[in-house]
């Protein structure tokens, strides 16, 4: 029996690392998505280089993503690429556009016009919901997004929905709350908090400096939300979820477990700044899974306080390295 082939774009990022071990798992054939850019950016995916195939493409190319799914012909395709910095997308709201709104409709297209039968999966975010007037958020909650992140995913998303009502694509989107893990990148909060309580804890920095401490969010486990996009696809007919725990807490409320897990007082070492504070801020978000629960057997493994853990223990190993030590040393 011939192996499944899934293509993932973004596979260098969080969530592409942990698809592609889970795939893997599952024993598919594993392709990657990866751009031409003078510097390697694989360090989430050095494990799994021997294992995977990498392809060049580009969601600002069509031509490529056509070309890519001729050679490749697989039968599942994971949208996962995209600007995610929200910050970020503020500074450079029309890239955060191209990549992460049109980027979709490219690939869509290339997948109408290749093969109709590959399943395609959208990664869509509970930024969509952004300003939301009801909590916790589900399938029917008007969209509101505060940034144009938000305003790009929700492109995608509904252009994911156009694409399986217009031409019968078995296309769907997992409207993904805020996941996490040690593979998060340092610009992002959570990470930032455990790196910073890490390098504290071993002297290496002596103050953390953060925006907002009372926006609330749902955090979960990167890895266990990889397995909720799998099971999106496995589906006799495609159907749109969304993915979380269901619980909330503040940034206040991680900052301070996230400390406590090293052994510090937060209180005497994070400093609010002003300057981290977004434009138009997302004040809470809490995702109502019910339905993938329900449907596709889902739920997460690993609660708030473990993830915490994780990414805490995660970095004081890594800053705990010789090479570590030996620049603490010098300073």
């Known amino acids: 029996m011939k192996k499944k082939k899934a293509i993932i774009t973004g596979i260098t990022g969080q969530d592409g690392s942990y698809l592609a071990e889970f795939l893997l798992e599952q024993g598919y054939a594993v392709y990657g998505m990866v751009r031409r850019s003078s510097t390697e950016t694989f360090g989430r995916i050095e494990h799994l280089m021997d294992d995977i195939e990498l392809v060049q493409a580009d969601l600002l190319d069509q031509v490529s993503l056509i070309h890519m799914l001729k050679r490749i012909r697989p039968h599942e395709v994971y949208n996962l690429a995209a600007q995610s910095f929200v910050p970020t997308s503020f500074d ?17 297209d290339a997948v109408r016009l290749v093969d109709p039968q590959i399943r395609f999966y959208q990664a869509s ?4 919901f952004g300003h939301a007037p009801v909590t916790p958020q589900h399938m029917t909650t008007p969209f509101h997004p505060r940034s144009p992140y938000g305003v790009a995913k929700l492109y995608g998303h509904w252009i994911t929905i156009n694409y399986r009502e217009s031409y019968g694509l078995y ?30 804890k071993l002297g290496l920095a002596s103050k953390l400096f953060l925006g907002n401490l009372d926006a609330k969010r749902d955090w979960g486990f990167a890895g266990d939300y990889v397995r909720a996009m799998w099971l999106m696809l496995q589906r006799k007919t495609p159907k749109d ?66 993830l915490i853990a994780m990414m805490v223990d995660a970095d004081l190993a890594r800053h705990s390295t010789p090479w570590a030590r030996q620049k603490k040393a010098r300073a």
């Open 92 to 108: 450079e709201p029309v890239l955060t556009g191209e990549f992460t709104a049109l980027g979709v409709t490219r690939l869509l």
């Open 125 to 128: 975010s509970s930024e969509m």
């Open 171 to 200: 296309a769907v989107s997992g409207i993904l709350f805020n996941h996490e893990s040690p593979r998060r990148g340092l610009e992002f909060v959570t990470r930032k908090i455990t790196d910073h309580a890490a390098r504290i």
């Open 241 to 306: 979820y969304i993915v979380a725990t269901g619980e909330t807490h503040t940034v206040r409320e991680f900052v301070t477990r996230a400390f406590r897990h090293a052994g510090l007082d937060w209180k005497k070492h994070v400093v609010v700044d002003p300057k981290f504070f977004r434009p138009a801020e997302v004040h809470v978000l809490r995702g109502d899974a019910s339905d993938a629960r329900r449907e596709l057997k889902w739920k997460p493994k690993v609660d708030f306080q473990g």
